[in-house]
């Protein structure tokens, strides 16, 4: 079974950076994608950013150039990395992996934007 450990979480001011870390307990060459999920209290989960097998990634509208996601081959990690972070940016973030008809998901991570 696929495991994923999300880290990195924690508070940090309005404007602030973050940088989360997904470590897959395989390969992160092995997916298809990987994909950061944020969920909000009180609202629907949203996709926040993806990176593809063959390096391509797409943004939330939300978060496009504030929000970097990055791939490390040599310590098989995914970031993201958040910059000008804002308080409706607080939620529980989590990565997922998909592998052909499987997504996997890490436990999530806690993000608290606020002075």
């Known amino acids: 079974q696929v495991q994923l450990v999300e880290s990195g979480g924690g508070l940090v001011p309005p404007g602030g950076s973050l940088r989360l870390s997904c470590l897959p307990s395989?390969?992160?060459?092995?997916?298809?994608?990987i994909s950061w999920y944020r969920r909000a209290p009180g609202k629907e989960r949203e996709l926040v950013a993806t990176?593809?097998?063959?390096?391509?990634?797409k943004y939330a509208e939300s978060v496009k150039g504030r929000f970097t996601i990055i791939r490390d081959r040599a310590k098989n990690t995914i970031y993201l990395q958040m910059d000008s972070l804002k308080p409706e940016d607080t939620a529980v973030y989590s990565c997922a992996a998909a592998a052909g008809q499987d997504t996997y998901w890490g436990q999530g991570t806690q993000v608290t934007v606020s002075l």
């Open positions: 990176i593809f097998r063959y390096g391509s990634s």
């Open positions: 395989t390969s992160i060459f092995g997916f298809n994608d």
